[in-house]
């Protein structure tokens, strides 16, 4: 059967093109790492209110067993990745850059799945909250890095009718492949998991949204999508920030959301495409999120690769297993360079929003000072939320939060494009998260 795919016409304004390195991994199938034998499950691994524990030192688990419960709507339940004993409860390093609760188990070497999984041949039958349901315990958040709880994404309010789902394959990030790799590699998975997604949320029409540099990923999906009434495949423009939410948005449905606004509010609900394949093995299989796809990349180890790995598993364990550092490895950040974190140990584990593992030489790490700003808008051009970079970095600058506040620094998503493009090299991206928590702070008390 001939497919046509649908082209994508519309786009947002500003974007950069940086140099993408994924020509890396891009063209490695996924390998699954070795089962660590020391797992760090953290307990917050989500936006929201982090997970009570439900095991206690000394206890046995299996694979897949509930460890960690969550307090609030917004949060989502954490799962044993493999089997055996639970050896410690306290504070950890987390990839976010602070010691958080977590709870270490080791392993047993059986890796025995938890029993009373319960597989789901005919989950079309279900209700939108059976569905639901399986979801929220299965533990799935969004998996592009944002790891909001998949479920409460899937609950709008009644006045807030949803007639789009659209699934993120964009991958605009550099460096990254997780996302090329599990499209090409999981595609039905990935198809069923979307079909799930619109059974919930009551909606007709879905579209899986992939960058032009993906022909390969575009194919496959087109492939696995053929006789799906309702379901396009959409080649979007390269340019990054293509992946965010609201840009896929805008390349996808032409639709803007408004400032201040959630996707909800013009009728969009956007999925990563490895939440979606989690969603199919929890409804199908009964499966909890307790494994990603994960690149470990550039130029700083030896053998960059794609992993399967278990939630939990060591950084350093990914790096070995890529070959160890090279001699000029001098930089590693959780995600990519530009929204990525840099990491302080190796000892942080692979959580639900981990997408890479990147290694920079020192070749390619930055080291200049900023400057003041010279007034050249460079980074209002390249702003795809038309804000005005320069104007709120100066704010931040002098401290001046709520001024910064006032010229919407809260719908900056920080991806990164007014510091790639600053002639000054002025860390907007690390003025905006300061200026975000110095607020959260003076809210919260």
């Not at 490695?28 to 439900?54: C, E, F, M, N």
Request: with cysteine.
């Amino acid at each position: 059967m001939e497919v046509t795919t649908i082209k994508a016409q519309a786009t947002f304004s500003g974007g950069v093109h940086p140099a993408y390195n994924k020509e890396l991994t891009a063209h490695k199938p996924a390998v699954t790492a070795a089962l660590p034998t020391r797992i760090i499950i953290p307990l917050s691994q989500h936006i929201g209110a982090p997970d009570k524990p439900l095991v206690v030192i000394g206890q046995e688990v299996k694979k897949g067993e509930k460890v960690g419960e969550g307090t609030g709507f917004v949060s989502a339940p954490v799962h044993a990745s493999t089997s055996g004993k639970v050896t410690a409860i306290g504070n950890f390093p987390h990839p976010l850059g602070m010691d958080v609760a977590s709870v270490v188990i080791e392993s047993d070497g059986k890796d025995e799945w938890v029993s009373g999984l319960k597989e789901t041949p005919d989950y079309a039958m279900l209700s939108p909250d059976e569905l639901k349901k399986m979801v929220s315990e299965a533990g799935i958040v969004g998996m592009g890095g944002a790891t909001f709880p998949t479920h409460v994404k899937l609950s709008p309010p009644k006045e807030k009718p949803i007639d789009a789902v659209v699934l993120n394959g964009a991958e605009c990030e550099p460096y990254l492949t997780a996302d090329h790799r599990i499209m090409l590699e999981r595609p039905t998975e990935i198809v069923e998991g979307l079909k799930i997604l619109m059974q919930i949320l009551g909606v007709k029409k879905g579209y899986i949204g992939i960058e032009a540099n993906k022909p390969d990923a575009i194919e496959a999906m087109q492939k696995a999508v053929a006789g799906s009434p309702g379901i396009a495949v959409l080649p979007v423009k390269v340019k990054y920030p293509q992946g965010a939410e609201k840009m896929l948005i805008k390349a996808v449905v032409n639709r803007t959301v408004p400032a201040g606004g959630l996707p909800m509010d013009i009728g969009v609900v956007v999925q990563n495409v490895g939440t979606a394949e989690a969603v199919y093995n929890a409804v199908r299989f009964g499966r909890p999120l307790i494994e990603r796809y994960v690149t470990v990349t550039g130029r700083g180890v030896k053998e960059p690769k794609n992993f399967i790995a278990r939630i939990g598993t060591p950084y350093s364990q990914l790096v070995e297993e890529a070959g160890g550092f090279t001699d000029s490895a001098a930089k590693v950040i959780s995600g990519g360079p530009m929204m990525g974190i840099s990491q302080y140990s190796l000892d942080v584990p692979v959580i639900k929003g981990t997408s890479g593992i990147l290694v920079l030489p020192l070749a390619e790490v930055s080291v200049k000072p900023y400057g003041p700003c010279i007034r050249c808008a460079r980074c209002i051009d390249a702003c795809p939320m038309k804000l005005q970079p320069s104007v709120i970095g100066l704010f931040i600058e002098k401290e001046r939060y709520e001024d910064a506040k006032d010229y919407n620094l809260l719908d900056c998503f920080e991806c990164g494009s007014c510091t790639f493009v600053c002639p000054a090299n002025r860390p907007m991206v690390q003025w905006v998260k300061k200026a975000k928590k110095e607020l959260a702070k003076k809210k919260s008390q």
